[in-house]
């Protein structure tokens, strides 16, 4: 699928900085972290039929201590998470794009929101789940991208439908199951 939208990502440093260190991807080929999110982006907005020409996201990172702190502020739980996501949109206004689409219109520019990943609990989860360190960090960024897309898992019918599309993105970018 080539890309429909020139994606700009504010993407942390740090992020960078740990992938080169977990010892699974130490011996392989280097990793272009900033394309497999271009790409899980691409294919979020295109499954939601969304079309722009520039898309605008954000991806730091954030200690254990940091994320717990986040956590509790913004969603009252006062414990470390793997990924939050804070969206610029919900779900009914896209939809309203979609259907602004519809009408052959595109638009020019769209900034998503950002996305917050605990590096720390990535890894121990990729150990706990055996998932392996990439697939379950570009699992969080997927989950991320769809929450600011609008997605959520609290009904039941909305997170087979989030689970859904996370597996169409991670099948679609080479480390679904």
Partial sequence: MKLKSDIEIDLDENILTYIDDVEEI?????????EYIKKIVSFALNEQKIT????YISIQSATKEQIKEINKKYRNIDKATDVLSF????????????NENDKNKKLKEI?????ILCLDVIKAQSIEYNTGYLRELLYMITHGVCHLLGFDHIEE?????????EEK???????GK
């Fill in 87 to 98: 969206p610029i949109f919900e779900r009914d206004e896209f939809k309203n794009m979609v």
């Fill in 157 to 165: 019918d909305d997170k087979k439908e989030m689970r859904h599309l």
């Fill in 26 to 34: 130490k011996n392989t080929e280097k990793i272009d972290i900033e």
């Fill in 169 to 175: 993105i991670l099948n679609y970018i080479g480390v």
């Fill in 52 to 55: 722009a020409d520039k898309v």
């Fill in 111 to 115: 900034e998503l929101g950002d996305i």
